[in-house]
């Protein structure tokens, strides 16, 4: 027999999806079966698994030991890296119980494309584990995750959920757009004043890239990107942006179909402007990077804490010697 305590990151699902989780290879109606019988049962009582739990409350297993470890997987550590890039330290902006705030640096994925990456999330799990805020057994039932991604060769700000409250609350204010994002990026040709611009994306899912078009068409989305110069050289400017909308690729794409792509961008940029920019200053990928988030106003509690909270990052060390080069430091 044993007795799970339900913890604040299991609270708030229903029971059977608890479960589902905890003893991972039994089937559903096995899970069921058990709580027919009261071999499964919450507080002290019969349930259904349409319940939903509570911090504290407690689900009796009146099983043998031997028969729970037969229907679960041993929880997986997350992968580490033994070659690759070697980030060792994260580049931590801010902590707390609830949250995880990360300098994301380029060439780094967000989250995996194929099982055997080595992503953002792998080394936050690492980092929660190594320091002893997370055990390994609380991965058979939560699992911080980030809440919003970057593509791999931008660098900046991501957030995680480090419980399940900070999960749900930032996954919620990414969603609706109540959070704000603000990029630098260096782009090529002269800029000189602000500027809202819109179109339509369409995403071309195999070659994993987007076209803009000025008027919608078929399976395109609207967008809008603003941008702010905030130096220039009379060759590139400075710019910074705030996605209205957040698209897969967008702000790349949407300046360089306006003539003003992104200094690095081999996807979306300009073949001669990123070699020169490779022979002088060794840049390999796009100078874009997520410099600044500001939180909602009012956040549900219990982040409410976080509310008008602002999280910067600053420019990544090439990205500075670049500006320095081309005699646009701030």
């Known amino acids: 027999m044993q007795t799970l305590t339900v913890t604040p990151n299991e609270a708030g699902q229903r029971m059977d999806k608890l479960l589902a989780k905890y003893l991972d290879q039994a089937g559903k109606g096995f899970l069921y079966k058990m709580m027919r019988k009261k071999n499964i049962t919450l507080n002290g009582k019969k349930c259904d698994g349409s319940e939903h739990l509570e911090e504290g409350d407690e689900i009796q297993l009146f099983m043998a030991d031997e028969t729970i470890e037969k ?9 580490r890296s033994t070659a690759g890039y070697g980030y060792k330290k994260l580049d931590i902006i801010y902590e707390d119980r609830h949250i995880l ?14 099982e055997g990456d080595m992503s953002l999330n792998e080394y936050i799990l690492n980092y929660l ?16 995750s980030i809440c919003n991604r970057l593509d791999r060769n931008t660098s900046g700000l991501v957030v995680a959920g480090k419980s399940l409250a900070g999960l749900q609350v930032m996954n919620g204010v990414f969603k609706d757009r109540s959070l704000h994002k603000y990029y630098q990026c260096l782009v090529a040709g002269q800029i000189k004043e602000k500027k809202l611009i819109a179109g339509f994306l369409r995403k071309d899912e195999a ?6 078009y000025p008027l919608e068409v078929e399976d395109s989305v609207p967008i809008m990107t603003e941008y702010l110069p905030l130096a220039g050289n009379g060759n590139h400017t400075l710019l910074q942006v705030t996605l209205i909308t957040g698209r897969s690729h967008q702000i790349r794409a949407h300046l360089a179909s306006i003539g003003h792509p992104i200094v690095g961008d081999y996807k979306y940029g300009r073949q001669d402007l990123n070699d020169a920019m490779k022979k002088k200053y060794g840049v390999r990928s796009q100078l874009l990077h997520s410099w ?14 976080l509310s008008g909270k602002e999280m910067v990052a600053g420019l990544p060390d090439q990205f500075a010697r670049v500006l320095k080069g081309e005699g646009m430091t701030l």
């Not at 705030?101 to 194929?114: D, F, I, T």
């Not at 390994?136 to 939560?142: A, E, M, V």
């Not at 070659?207 to 803009?212: E, L, P, R, S, Y």
């Open 71 to 79: 229907f679960q997987a041993a929880p997986k550590a997350p992968a």
């Open 101 to 114: 705030v990360v300098n994301k640096p380029s060439g780094m994925l967000s989250q995996k494309a194929r």
């Open 129 to 144: 584990i190594d320091s002893g805020g997370l055990p390994i057994s609380q991965l058979r039932t939560f699992k911080p």
């Open 207 to 212: 070659a994993n890239t987007v076209t803009i």
């Open 292 to 305: 600044r988030l500001v939180m909602p106003d009012k956040l549900p509690q219990p982040l409410d804490y």
